[in-house]
């Protein structure tokens, strides 16, 4: 599975950003995906993943009635909607697919294949 994220930039604080992830090489619909971030100086974290039926979802405290993510599995695509954005959102944010339905999906360690992270910077 190849997973390529984009859709990072630079936004003032209580702004709003869409980041994409597409990914091919394997059937979308039997992964879940999940969203990471790593800001600087600190430990990759756990945003929110989506299962591969798109009826579930779960979000980082940090995050959760900010953030949304979503997925067309016809598009091949997941989504993570970024609203009331905050400097400590500030991150190179990746993707990351699961085969295997992990109930530890907050894990890194549950995610078999990985993006090559999109950065987004807020401002104040």
């Known amino acids: 599975v190849q997973l390529q994220a984009y859709g990072g930039g630079l936004v003032q604080a209580g702004g709003f950003l869409r980041l994409s992830c597409a990914a091919s090489?394997?059937?979308?619909?039997?992964?879940?995906m999940g969203w990471f971030r790593q800001a600087p100086g600190k430990e990759r974290e756990f945003v929110a993943v989506?299962?591969?039926?798109?009826?579930?979802?779960n979000y980082a405290d940090s995050v959760k009635g900010r953030f949304t993510i979503s997925r067309d599995n016809a598009k091949n695509t997941v989504y993570l909607q970024m609203s009331s954005l905050k400097p400590e959102d500030t991150a190179v944010y990746y993707c990351?697919?699961?085969?295997?339905?992990?109930?530890?999906?907050?894990?890194?360690?549950?995610?078999?294949?990985w993006g090559q992270g999109t950065l987004v910077t807020v401002s104040s």
């Open positions: 990351a697919a699961d085969e295997d339905y992990s109930s530890t999906y907050y894990r890194e360690v549950s995610y078999d294949y």
């Open positions: 090489g394997r059937t979308f619909r039997t992964l879940d």
């Open positions: 989506i299962r591969r039926s798109g009826l579930i979802t």
